[in-house]
């Protein structure tokens, strides 16, 4: 008030003194000047506690300093204390192994928001600039709430907005739960909770790893020492890595013997969640990215940390709840942190009904009668024909490609039949003659995206696709089929990405799906059914669905009403759901999993999912290794020669050799099918007193193991010994693919060139 008066006078001032003396008027003018000059250095002072465009925020640069006192949250299994004064996690220790996740107090972060606003997509609100309003500790001293309000953010000022948090403790897990109260004018785009501002690794440890989930499998990464995998380039403050995939639904933060499990709970997918790492302050030397030895390097305190990062995007008067963050320490490998995520599963996954051949050992063929490219191989009529060969070698299920108008990723979302090569009654003639030979058709569908050369999509199909913030719909790519100009890219079909939560979508996909059910087959295998090429949410304002939404809450309506319709026709107990590679949230719809590995594979879904049906394309033409990982794994064989395009009678090596496997493990089914997989749990096998890694062990109801040992090498035998962790019955016997008759052995056995054998305990 006093400046805003000496402002006015000394502005009268200059007014007065048109008629006065040239020093009167400057000494008006020096007044104004010194003001501003006040002002200049109260604004340069208020921004040394902003983020600024000039530099990034540092962890010292905090409003309010943490507090001497601490709120402790402690069981047998964890202890935790959040900063009483500001609600920043300070400490975060495993009781079972002394880890302290969180290095040291000072790094400790409460929260972080990103506020955009109209002319400002940067508008952080951080927790060091917030205090508490409240916090209550339960009368057990499991459970915190915590409450912040009327948040201070780095460019708008005092915002209308409350969090409330809840930490509790469940066991060896904690959970960070967290409702938004949203009154302000904007939209928040992002809440980060929890934050481990230091994430450490034990002392003297080896590097630190990073596990996420893709495409059925682990895939295990260095994540700090000696190297840190940079995403941000030079567009971020730090060399930053965030996890992408949607199906990550968990992450491990591990070292050999240890680790920490970070899992977002909501299997409804309402919400968009990712692991954000960001190491501060930087490279050692950028020449080979090094991290920093020392503690801190030119002042600055070197560290990794942690952020759970929720893309709630709740618009202005909007309250919602984040999903649920687990974080659970573990001791022992990637199994025993993936077990913690099996606990949440039992809690809510059902898988819904399914055919009874679908679950029994089987096998299938792939087989393509037309590509994008117009590669008419055989007309509707002929198909029992190329089917004779499946019936004769045993193949239960044809998955059948490329039937539908314009050939296999053509035309999406059509399922109409291709006059080219018949019509729908010969396709449906064709199927029922199939099916008398025993043989269950399962027809290709897709529903993610649309075929933008398509005149339906340029006159209707756009309004339906997913778009981004600016309005723009989503690309898919497109895929390369056999002809020189279309693997040049030269006449790609692009694709769109689909809003599955568009229910004028969804009408769409019903009215193609009805026409597959018309056909008469037993089953569709949806190809990417939650694959969305990078999209994950739609702006869109008029599809009917909160702005913005995830697609995959979308595929779990589209899954449900495919299911509905089923339900309501034929029968589900008649038909197959199956998809490629499903991730949990639709896992209960689409029963049967389709993928492709590779060297390196390392089974998660498996072991998280040990019954669940899943198949694997076997395409070599005498693929010994891949079919002993599909006896290893519990896969189903899809036959697939020359890339799902020949006949089963194209490559006998490989149906001969598939056979004896699946005879092998229709014989011991109750060690290899009925009985759970546990990967390389429960039994070690060594040679020449090495740890051997390619083997696997199945645990039957009764406790009994088979152990399935593998021998990559394409000459001579390799000598095993097999070490159950606790030895179940009184002796054991040993089978192999060749010698399917079980004999009795030693815990020590011979594993014949590219070939298995299976010790089962009796």
């Not at 965030?242 to 919400?271: C, K, W």
């Not at 399922?415 to 018949?422: A, F, K, M």
């Not at 981004?468 to 790609?492: C, F, I, K, M, S």
């Not at 040679?687 to 394409?714: C, L, M, Q, W």
Request: proline share 6%; hydrophobic share 35%.
């Amino acid at each position: 008030m006093h400046l805003q008066k000496f402002f006015r006078c000394a502005f009268l001032g200059t007014l007065t003194t048109r008629r006065k003396s040239n020093g009167c008027r400057c000494i008006a003018l020096l007044a104004i000047f010194a003001l501003l000059c006040v002002a200049s250095t109260k604004n340069a002072h208020s921004q040394d506690w902003k983020s600024g465009q000039d530099s990034p925020v540092h962890d010292s640069d905090r409003l309010y300093p943490l507090s001497a006192q601490q709120i402790v949250l402690e069981n047998e299994h964890l202890y935790l204390a959040f900063d009483q004064h500001t609600g920043a996690l300070v400490k975060f220790v495993s009781k079972v192994t002394g880890w302290q996740w969180q290095t040291a107090p000072e790094f400790g972060e409460s929260f972080r928001l990103f506020v955009p606003t109209p002319d400002r997509s940067y508008n952080p609100v951080l927790g060091s600039r917030n205090t508490l309003t409240s916090f209550e500790k339960s009368a057990d001293g499991k459970s915190l709430h915590l409450v912040w309000s009327n948040l201070q953010s780095e460019y708008q000022g005092k915002l209308d907005i409350t969090l409330r948090g809840r930490v509790h403790l469940e066991g060896d897990t904690v959970g960070f739960d967290m409702t938004v109260e949203n009154h302000s004018a904007h939209t928040i785009s992002s809440v980060s909770w929890p934050i481990l501002g230091g994430l450490a690794r034990p002392k003297q440890s080896p590097p630190m790893r990073l596990a996420t989930l893709v495409y059925a499998g682990l895939n295990i990464s260095p994540l700090y020492d000696p190297s840190f995998p940079n995403q941000g380039y030079f567009g971020t403050n730090y060399p930053t890595h965030m996890v992408n995939q949607y199906d990550s639904r968990f992450i491990l933060v591990s070292t050999p013997d240890q680790g920490l499990y970070i899992g977002a709970h909501n299997p409804d997918a309402q919400e968009m969640v990712k692991y954000l790492f960001e190491l501060k302050p930087g490279y050692d030397d950028s020449w080979d990215n090094s991290i920093p030895k020392d503690p801190s390097i030119s002042g600055h305190p070197v560290r990794l940390s942690m952020e759970v990062v929720h893309f709630a995007f709740l618009n202005a008067g909007e309250s919602g709840a984040l999903a649920p963050i687990v974080l659970g320490p573990y001791t022992g490998d990637w199994h025993s942190g993936v077990d913690i995520y099996k606990r949440w599963l039992a809690t809510w996954y059902k898988p819904l009904p399914l055919p009874e051949w679908a679950a029994d050992v089987h096998s299938w063929q792939q087989l393509q009668i037309n590509s994008a490219e117009d590669d008419l191989r055989t007309p509707y009529r002929d198909l029992p024909r190329r089917a004779q060969q499946a019936a004769a070698n045993g193949i239960t299920a044809l998955q059948l490609v490329g039937w539908n108008n314009g050939g296999q990723d053509r035309g999406n979302p059509s399922q109409d039949t291709d006059p080219r090569l018949g019509s729908a009654a010969d396709l449906k003639d064709a199927i029922a003659q199939i099916e008398k030979m025993g043989i269950h058709v399962i027809l290709f569908n897709k529903y993610p995206w649309a075929d933008t050369t398509t005149d339906w999509y340029k006159t209707e199909l756009y309004k339906y696709m997913a778009t981004d913030p600016y309005g723009n719909v989503y690309p898919g790519g497109g895929y390369r089929y056999e002809t020189p100009e279309q693997l040049a890219g030269l006449n790609v079909r692009g694709f769109a990405v689909a809003c599955t939560n568009d229910v004028r979508w969804r009408e769409v996909s019903a009215r193609e799906f009805q026409k597959v059910i018309d056909l008469g087959g037993d089953g569709m295998l949806y190809d990417e059914v939650a694959h969305h090429h990078g999209a994950e949410l739609c702006f869109s304002s008029d599809h009917g669905h909160h702005s913005p939404a995830t697609l995959w809450s979308g595929d779990i309506l589209l899954g449900n009403m495919f299911r509905k319709m089923v339900r309501d026709s034929v029968g589900e107990n008649h038909f197959l759901f199956s998809g490629e590679d499903p991730e949990d949230t639709i896992g209960e719809i689409y029963s049967l999993s389709y993928f492709r590995i590779s060297p390196g594979h390392i089974p998660e879904e498996r072991y998280a999912f040990p019954f669940r049906p899943m198949m694997i394309a076997i395409t070599g033409f005498d693929d010994r290794e891949e079919i002993n990982r599909a006896l290893m794994y519990r896969y189903i064989l899809s036959y697939e020669p020359f890339n799902f395009k020949g006949n089963i009678d194209d490559f006998p090596l490989t149906v001969a050799y598939g056979k004896k496997v699946d005879a092998l493990r229709t014989r011991y089914k109750d060690y290899l099918w009925d009985a759970e997989f546990r990967d390389t749990q429960e039994a070690r096998v060594t040679i020449a007193g090495k740890p051997y890694p390619d083997y696997s062990v199945f645990r039957r109801d009764n406790g009994e193991h088979a152990v399935v040992i593998t021998n990559t090498k394409t000459t001579g035998s390799l000598t095993a010994a097999v070490a159950f962790d606790h030895p179940w019955g009184n002796q054991l016997i040993c089978a192999s693919p060749e010698k399917p008759d079980g004999v009795s052995c030693s815990h020590t056995v011979s594993v014949p060139p590219r070939s298995v054998l299976v010790v089962m305990e009796q």
